[in-house]
Structures are given as C-alpha cells and as structure tokens.
C-alpha cells in the first residue's frame, strides 16, 4: 500500500470516526425521534420546532428590524437546520428577497444537563455590513432550540 492510499484510508477512519463522537446517526443523542427520525409526522415536527424557536434571540438586533419577513424564515430555517443537523466547519447558508444574506456555523454536541447544546455563530449581512451574534443553544424537549446563558 502506497503512501497516498494509506493518507486516504486515514481520512476516511477519521470522518466517519468524528460522525459518531458528534452525534451524527446515533440514537443515543436525540431527545426526540419525530425531530431526527424517519416517521411521518417528521416535517410537521421539524415545522413546529422550526417555529417554537424565536429567531430574534439568534441573530444580532439591528440585523432582525432590517429584515423581511421571508429573511426572517430563511433565517429561522438555516438556524434550525444548522443547529439540528449541520456539521461541525460547515456553514449553512441562507439567501433573502431584498438582499439580506447569512450564514450559520455550530460546534459539535455538548451534553448539558441532559439537553444536547451547540455553540453556534449567525453572521447576517445587509448592504455590505455584517452583524454577528455568537452564542450557545439547547434542544429542548420539544426539539425546539433555546439560548442559554
């Protein structure tokens, strides 16, 4: 085996190693299975838990009286869906009606009193200034994501 296959074999032990350690496809770190499982109810739980999180206490406050109201969602998404779901040097981005754009980087899993919680950062960006709010957040029992001090 050359150098160059034992490098990629490395690579691979590792990614899929770092998927276990941050909760990616492990039962054991999901609160609630209709927010990470495959049932039906799945997106009718995402969609609540998407809204049972108050996206103004995720993104700097000059930022959120600028935005519309479909800014608003996209960015409630992206926060959810990066907080849920995202990876660990991953961003997700989000794209609004009037320009507005963001993105949204978390940290791996940190068990916290029995609620998984994320660090995470929300750079919003409307007509070429940036506003950041850094933060960490917790999955409640409803799959709802909260800020904790």
Known sequence: MNKKQLA???IIV???GACTRLGVNNSSTNQN???TGN???QIASISAAIGASDIDDFIDAQAAAKLTNKERSEAASAQFYALQFGRVGAPRVWQGDSGANGRVS???YVRVNSLDCRQFTHV???KEL??????TACREVDGS???VV
């Open 8 to 10: 990629f074999i490395t």
């Open 130 to 135: 940036s506003y950041k709010k850094e933060g």
């Open 14 to 16: 590792f990614s899929l």
């Open 33 to 35: 299975p209709n927010i």
């Open 124 to 126: 919003v960006t409307i």
């Open 39 to 41: 049932s039906s109810g």
């Open 106 to 108: 978390v940290g791996p």
């Open 145 to 147: 994501w909260d800020i």
